[in-house]
């Protein structure tokens, strides 16, 4: 269990907690940042790195890859530092009027100001309608190959027809004892090496492919069992599996922060568009996952949301100090 | 003007009129007559939160592109009467059609 002490703690490492990170660092406020994801760059390294984009200004044009990285640039004099694959689920005030803040791996951020900048919310899998579906998670479904290892020589199917479902079936092949993967449509797009090569294996006989194909149910006692499949013509096989993988994507859920006592409005939190701070105090929310009247989402305006946040939460950091408005370009950019 | 059919999610249906010389997409309409549909990415086949069920008149529609199809994959709800809304263009196809909201909504 991490224990980690700072001034700022930004729930979402996305481009407007990455700038976030800067404005708080000319007022001499440090910042930790914690983010679901294994990587930085919220929806832009997520869903688009390869898409330029055009409103940035003094950026006729920036690949949204690109744009992180030079976030990240810009807010290396501040030595931010980063919690990255873990949610935060849980907020605690203290009575100092300090936080803790919790990830679901326990790591724990004591903080004076919690900033949230988690944008649509957290990247979670996108799970397929099967009963019981949530009883068996951690106990034979899993979303996610982590460690391979945990595999071997087990019986597994896997759901879905992307990149990554093609990829893992090439790979747990082997490692598992047997794979089956079970696919909607007839062909597979994605990488053709990897389709052709999950085809040749199929042939072969080394992986049960299921074309057309749906899984319908899951069994178990306590571990799962068994996995349903309805095929074509809706004849349903069932197999005996120890895990099921349905690998289709992820997907922004709000998640934990609806349950923080926050005002929210419609899957966004409702901010003060003084300072873009929440009902609670201390707790701001800036970018994507905010609303107010004539909100954009967009990444120009959750820049402009983070400064405003930083003069507001100063107070917060050095009750003793008053802030006085300086330009960088009179003091520069003075780290730590 | 195209008119086809809209089912919500609570199966209600609503007859809709757009125009097919503006190129608008499916997703706009649906979001300009306010449905309830995220559309998070903007119509750019990358999100997938503009889902819809065709129906009734998906044999006359054009094929999805290869990028549509890819998105369509990674939805476990997915069916062989699946389209992004986003990646339909209100044309004469369209007539007469009948499209089930079916997108993610949070
Ligand atoms: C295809 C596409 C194109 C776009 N093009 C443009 C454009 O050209 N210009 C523009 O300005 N905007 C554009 N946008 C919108 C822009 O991407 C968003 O406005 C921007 O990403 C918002 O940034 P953010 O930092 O608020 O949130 P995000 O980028 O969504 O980042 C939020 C982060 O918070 C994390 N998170 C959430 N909850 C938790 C939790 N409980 N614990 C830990 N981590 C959490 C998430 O994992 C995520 O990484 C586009 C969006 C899309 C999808
Ligand atoms: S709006 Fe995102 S895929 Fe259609």
């Known amino acids: ?336 | 003007m195209i008119q086809f059919t809209i089912e919500d999610r609570n199966g209600e249906r609503q007859s809709i009129e757009a125009p097919d010389d503006m190129n608008l997409s499916l997703m706009e309409v649906l979001k300009a007559s306010e449905y309830d549909i995220l559309a998070t990415c903007g119509g750019m086949a990358l999100c997938a939160t503009c889902h819809v069920q065709v129906l009734q008149g998906n044999d006359l529609l054009p094929q999805p592109s290869d990028m549509e199809l890819d998105m369509l994959d990674t939805l476990p709800n997915a069916t062989n009467h699946s389209r992004l809304a986003c990646q339909l263009r209100i044309s004469e196809a369209m007539q007469g059609s009948i499209f089930q909201i079916a997108g993610e909504l949070q």
């Open chain 1, 1 to 336: 269990m991490e224990k980690i002490v700072t001034d700022i703690c930004i729930i979402g490492a996305g481009p407007v907690g990455l700038f976030a990170v800067f404005e708080a660092g000319l007022l001499k406020m440090r910042c930790h940042l914690v983010d679901a994801l294994p990587q930085i760059g919220g929806q832009l390294s997520e869903i688009y790195p390869q898409k330029p984009i055009y409103d940035i200004p003094g950026y006729p044009e920036v690949k949204a890859q690109d744009l992180v990285d030079r976030l990240m640039e810009q807010i290396a004099p501040f030595h931010p530092t980063f919690t990255l694959g873990e949610r935060v689920d849980s907020v605690e005030k203290q009575t100092d009027g300090s936080f803790i803040v919790t990830t679901n791996e326990k790591t724990e951020i004591t903080c004076q100001v919690i900033v949230i900048a988690g944008g649509l919310g957290c990247f979670e899998p996108r799970k397929p309608e099967i009963e019981h579906l949530e009883e068996f998670e951690g106990k034979g479904v899993v979303y996610m190959v982590k460690n391979p290892e945990l595999f071997r020589d087990r019986r597994i199917v896997l759901a879905g027809g992307g990149d990554s479902a093609l990829d893992w079936t090439l790979f747990l092949s082997n490692v598992a004892k047997e794979v089956t993967l079970v696919h909607r449509g007839e062909t597979f797009r994605g990488a053709p090496d990897s389709a052709e090569k999950v085809f040749e294996l199929a042939h072969q006989g080394k992986i049960n492919l299921l074309l057309k194909s749906n899984v319908v149910a899951i069994n178990g006692n306590g571990h799962l069992n068994t996995v349903s499949i309805s095929g074509k013509d809706n004849a349903i096989t069932t197999l005996t599996a120890d895990h099921l993988i349905p690998l289709f994507g992820l997907t922004p859920k709000l998640g934990p922060i609806a349950d923080w006592g926050l005002t929210i409005d419609k899957s966004a939190i409702s901010v003060n568009t003084e300072d873009y701070s929440t009902n609670v105090e201390r707790i701001y929310a800036i970018g994507d996952i905010n609303t107010y009247p004539g909100k954009l989402k967009l990444i120009l305006c959750g820049f402009h949301e983070a400064a405003l946040m930083a003069q507001s939460a100063f107070k917060y950091v050095y009750p003793n100090q008053k802030l006085s408005f300086k330009y960088t370009t009179v003091n520069g950019v003075n780290a730590f």
